[in-house]
């Protein structure tokens, strides 16, 4: 366990509430090392023995490390003093030096989990602006493999780019869900039917990525020269993959106004 305190802003909402319920349930720090705030005062992870406050300031004051877990438009509401602190950002939108002019805060970690936090399965890429030394840095990647898998990108504008992608959680497997679901329909098949072929090719045939290499399987399906290449090729002629860098490239823009859109 670590020693030292985290404070999560925002720690009995979805985000921060699931990153704190990980962080306890994977034995990475003491219950009464983590400080959440919230405007009652209470919530169920007390009885755990987390430290519940009401005011925001306290929690900064007391923790080595404070998560800032709100939505953006929050965020300058917060008023906040974290001279000498260090914060964790889990806004989209919010620059680092922004964070640094209204908190004071002696360095800035940007992350971008994603809903999969609540079974323990996001990817969260990060983003250091400031020194921070060795311990911080290890701790801010252990609490977050806490809820999945992380890694630390060079970029500020990285984090940007990568809320439109891994940011966007279930979203882009569940629209191709749902457009497999509904063209089925169109085609004839039953309802019931439909939706299960469909979640079963997202939810799970597509395990198999999780052991196999993407593009090693599309050409190994491609080879057979049958239903799956001509399905494949379609798709490749409908220009899939510009479609998909579109949809990247519009999402990283409005991630990259942020609250100035």
Known sequence: MISETIGIIG??????????????????????????SNRSGDHPLAQHGACLV??????????????????????????????????????AGIPAQT?????????????????????????????????????????VQRLFECVGTAAEVQEEGFIDYLSALSGTGPAFPALLMTALAHQAIIAGIPSDIAQLAAKNVVVHSSQLLATRDAQEMIDALV??????AAALQSMTLGHFEEQIGRALQKGASVARKGLQS
């Open 223 to 228: 080879g057979y020269r049958g239903v799956t």
């Open 54 to 91: 009401m005011d925001n300031q306290e929690l900064v004051d007391r923790s080595d490390l404070v998560i800032i877990a709100v939505r953006p438009e929050h965020f300058a509401s917060l008023n906040i003093n974290a001279t000498g602190k260090t914060i964790v950002s889990l806004m």
């Open 99 to 139: 964070i640094v002019a209204q908190t004071s805060a002696s360095a800035v970690v940007r992350a971008m989990p994603n809903a999969a936090v609540e079974i323990e399965q996001s990817f969260t890429p990060w983003y250091c602006f400031g020194e921070l030394d060795a311990t911080l840095k290890s701790l």
């Open 11 to 36: 720690g009995t909402g979805w985000l921060g509430g699931s990153i704190a319920k990980a962080a306890l349930a994977n034995a990475l720090l003491p219950a009464e090392n983590l400080v959440i």
